[in-house]
Antibody
Framework: QVQLVQSGAEVKNPGASVKVSCQAS????????MHWVRQAPGQGLEWMGW????????NYVQKFQGRVTMTRDTSMSTIYMELRSLGSDDTAVYYC???????????WGQGTLVTVSS | QSVLTQPPSVSGAPGQRVTISCTGN?????????VHWYQHLPATAPKLLIY???NRPSGVPDRFSGSKSGPSASLAITGLQAEDEADYYC????????????FGGGTKLTVL
């Protein structure tokens, strides 16, 4: 079946980097844009950006530009999100999501908890 | 502060009907872009509930419906059930920020 499986929880020190993966299965990986969305404790959903798995082209929310990199490995049907210079306000659950034809997010990964703490 | 505005909370008794509003502007909903709705239960991934303003994915009960008018959209839930207690988010496209997607701040639905 169609699914997205993310990597496990991470604990990082302030100033460090984290790289979260999201492996797709059950569909043609390059046919759909992929997005990253995060939810900090007690907060709502926050869109971070997208990657086109076919071309590798990316688009990031301005607040993350310079600090985030989204990449993909087509041989592994996997996308990655690296966030650098982590601060305590980056503590959140990070989700990958597939975008269907009308830009709704129809399939979501299970989420990856990233905790930033010294 | 979210680009799309939702009420922080709504509530209703079992069997009742509730609505959740989502207000945008001329750069997103008001520009004609589609509105999508998600249901988010604790410790689970968000679930697509309504797409393209008023379409339900397979498996979503017809108790859930969406509508859109001008710069606003609404999610209606009829025959409220205890299992509907969750956070609900609207989402759309915004052309003022390069190819951006935007979410509402979320609405907590409490079933009394």
């Amino acid at each position: 079946q169609v699914q997205l499986v993310q990597s496990g929880a991470e604990v990082k020190n302030p100033g460090a980097s984290v790289k979260v993966s999201c492996q797709a299965s059950g569909y043609t990986f390059t046919a759909y844009y992929m997005h990253w969305v995060r939810q900090a404790p007690g907060q709502g959903l926050e869109w971070m950006g997208w990657i086109n798995p076919k071309s590798g082209r990316t688009n990031y929310v301005q607040k993350f530009q310079g600090r985030v990199t989204m990449t993909r490995d087509t041989s592994m049907s996997t996308i990655y999100m690296e966030l650098r210079s982590l601060g305590s306000d980056d503590t959140a659950v990070y989700y990958c999501a597939r975008e269907q034809e009308d830009d709704a997010f129809d399939i979501w990964g299970q989420g990856t908890l990233v905790t930033v703490s010294s | 502060q979210s680009v799309l505005t939702q009420p922080p909370s709504v509530s209703g008794a079992p069997g009742q009907r509730v609505t959740i509003s989502c207000t945008g502007n001329s750069s997103n909903i008001g520009a004609g872009y589609a509105v999508h709705w998600y249901q988010h239960l604790p410790a689970t991934a968000p679930k697509l509930l309504i797409y393209g303003n008023n379409n339900r994915p397979s498996g979503v009960p017809d108790r859930f419906s969406g509508s859109k008018s001008g710069p606003s959209a609404s999610l209606a839930i009829t025959g409220l059930q205890a299992e509907d207690e969750a956070d609900y988010y609207c989402q759309s496209y915004d052309n003022s920020l390069s190819e951006s997607r935007v979410f509402g701040g979320g609405t907590k639905l409490t079933v009394l």
